[in-house]
């Protein structure tokens, strides 16, 4: 059985207390998936810390390594100086936490590098010091007002690197026990003196190559887009990202072998969470060769659901957001991939992180109940990652059971994901202080509600809000998803049951198909300002905005023919 991890454990709390902490909830009937046939990743799919290393990157290693050298015949001058700090942030707000994870200069890790890893996958556990986080920063880096501890001044040379320190750097990797065997074409002498006179450095290469995730709705492999990859040895730390193709090169040369990480930071300023502590999923796909590295993501890997979420994600910002001009998303988005559980939810828009500032009692709420019902005293530290959007992970039952008998993994992510952008494109509309008042509504109401509470009041929040959310799910799904990398949806999924929502999404989906009324999503998302709180005032905004030439009797036609 596989360890629950820090971030699910509270994923657990937060989203089992959704009548406390729940935004604008996605409600559907009720992780377990096959195993990739591709590159097939440990059993377990999870790493672990083990031993710590000798960071040969110390200046102190590095100086020792150039002294060596130097007394068995070494000419050449070597300025061993201190080019790098390896660091550990200690963030105690969401704001310390927000401007680390912010920098994108940043390569963050919640796990020491200068330890041995056991493993690949997901992050196993993390029970000490689970709120810190370990990067490399250069020398003359400004420090952000962040508490932190500088562990080791580094000596890390750069690409303009002359053969002599590169020699320093390989000796300093032999004297500390780093350079195996199968780093290196032929095993260097034990003796100095005649490793000098042999010393040929490995050659040095770009780490380059492709990654995909498999699409379970065709089986094809599709492009990984705009992701973060991370190759580093100990300290020395290369990033890059994937292009849409899913390829990628990294900036920085390595002479023997690295690791391999998928940090989910992506370009369109978003970040997909998963079972990692207070960092974005990390995807550990252990040591590789320095040339490079490619695999696919099955749907059998931790990472399947954070790679399909990332490119759903993508598919909302790059493709349906300027192909119908509707808001964009905040920036600096938090997307967390939730594990399974019995609950009505498929995922939530709460915007936690955006409204970090006003959000201070809910999660006061939260950290309460999650105390009293689990006991675990993680809160503080949940406090510094709360999500924005939060997506559920689904057991194999649930697609075996689902009424719509073509739904599978991807597409099930994809729904959800374009559902919860769709609410994120609406907040960026219209601020915290409404989305607050959306929040408690549907924590008073314990979900949507009902027309039996009227359409006024705080339910009028739910009604405007899930009204837009699941017309342009729909919207989207029938008209745009067949744009997706080798998919084949096309017109398949359903529009919503007509008797299923009292806020009737049909009434939207109605209005931009009626032929000569010109009404589109972008439209009505204008229409949905920060003083229209029911749907009797979209309505009536509707009919002032485009009701000119008598298309406001066809507008009020369409209301009432739902019952507004």
């Known amino acids: 059985m596989k360890k629950r991890t820090f971030i699910a454990t509270i994923a657990v709390a937060l989203i089992a207390g959704a009548s406390i902490f729940v935004a604008c909830s996605k409600e559907d009937s009720r992780n377990g ?236 300023s978003f970040s997909v969470w998963g079972n990692t502590t207070i960092a974005p999923a990390f995807y550990y796909m252990g040591r590789r060769d320095n040339g490079g590295y490619s695999t696919n993501i099955g749907q059998g890997s931790v990472a399947f659901p954070w790679a399909t979420i990332n490119n759903a994600a993508c598919k909302y910002i790059k493709d349906i957001v300027p192909a119908e001009n509707v808001t964009r998303p905040p920036y600096n988005l938090r997307i967390w991939s939730a594990p399974s559980m019995p609950t009505s939810y498929s995922g939530n828009a709460v915007m936690a992180n955006q409204m970090r500032s006003v959000y201070a009692p809910a999660v006061t709420t939260l950290s309460a109940f999650c105390d009293a019902l689990t006991g675990f005293p993680f809160i503080a530290s949940m406090y510094l990652v709360l999500p924005d959007i939060v997506i559920l992970n689904q057991d194999e039952d649930y697609f075996t059971n689902h009424h719509d008998t073509n739904m599978n993994p991807t597409r099930y992510f994809y729904k959800n994901v374009i559902h919860e952008m769709s609410h994120a494109s609406h907040f960026a509309q219209v601020g915290a202080p409404y989305w607050g008042q959306y929040v408690n509504a549907t924590v008073a109401n314990g979900g949507y509600g009902d027309d039996s509470l009227g359409w006024h009041g705080m339910n009028g929040f739910i009604g405007v809000g899930e009204m837009w959310g699941y017309f342009f799910e729909n919207w989207n799904l029938n008209n745009y998803i067949s744009n997706l990398p080798n998919s084949n949806y096309n017109n398949r999924i359903q529009l919503f049951d007509r008797n299923r929502y009292w806020f009737r999404p049909h009434i939207l989906d109605s209005l931009c198909r009626r032929d000569g009324l010109d009404i589109t999503p972008q439209k009505i998302l204008n229409c949905m300002t920060v003083d229209v709180t029911t749907v009797g005032a979209l309505k009536e905004r509707l009919k002032l905005n485009y009701g000119t030439y008598g298309r406001d009797i066809i507008i009020e036609s369409i209301f009432n023919c739902y019952g507004f």
């Not at 920098?103 to 041995?116: A, I, M, R, Y």
């Not at 290196?184 to 100095?192: M, V």
């Not at 010393?199 to 094809?220: I, Q, Y």
């Not at 887009?225 to 040369?253: C, E, M, W």
């Open 33 to 268: 998936y096959a195993k990739s046939d591709t590159d097939p990743i440990s059993e377990e799919d999870c790493f672990t810390i083990g031993d710590q290393l000798e960071n040969a990157y110390s200046v102190t290693n590095m100086q020792k390594a150039y002294d060596t050298l130097r007394a068995h015949g070494m000419t050449d001058i070597v300025d061993v100086h201190c080019t790098h700090l390896y660091v550990k942030f200690y963030p105690e707000t969401p704001d310390n936490y927000h401007k680390l994870i912010s920098d994108t200069t940043l390569d963050l890790f919640d796990f020491p590098l200068d330890h041995e890893i056991i493993g690949q996958g997901a992050l196993c556990s993390k029970p000490d010091d689970y709120n810190v986080l370990y990067t490399v920063v250069p020398v003359n880096y400004e420090f952000p007002d962040v508490r932190h501890e500088i562990l080791e001044y580094c000596f890390i040379p750069d690409e303009n690197a002359t053969e002599a320190e590169e020699k320093v750097e390989m000796e300093s990797m032999i004297l500390t026990g780093n350079l195996t065997p199968d780093d290196t074409i032929s095993t260097p002498p034990s003796n100095p003196d005649k490793r000098w006179n042999w010393f040929r450095l490995p050659a040095k290469k770009h780490p380059s190559g492709n990654f995909t995730v498999t699409n379970t709705e065709n089986g094809a492999q599709d492009p990984l887009v705009n992701t973060r990859v991370v190759a580093f040895r100990l300290v020395k730390i290369s990033h890059t990202y994937t292009n849409d193709n899913g390829n990628y090169y990294q900036p920085k040369g390595f002479r023997w072998k690295c690791l391999y990480a998928i940090s989910f930071r992506n370009t369109n």
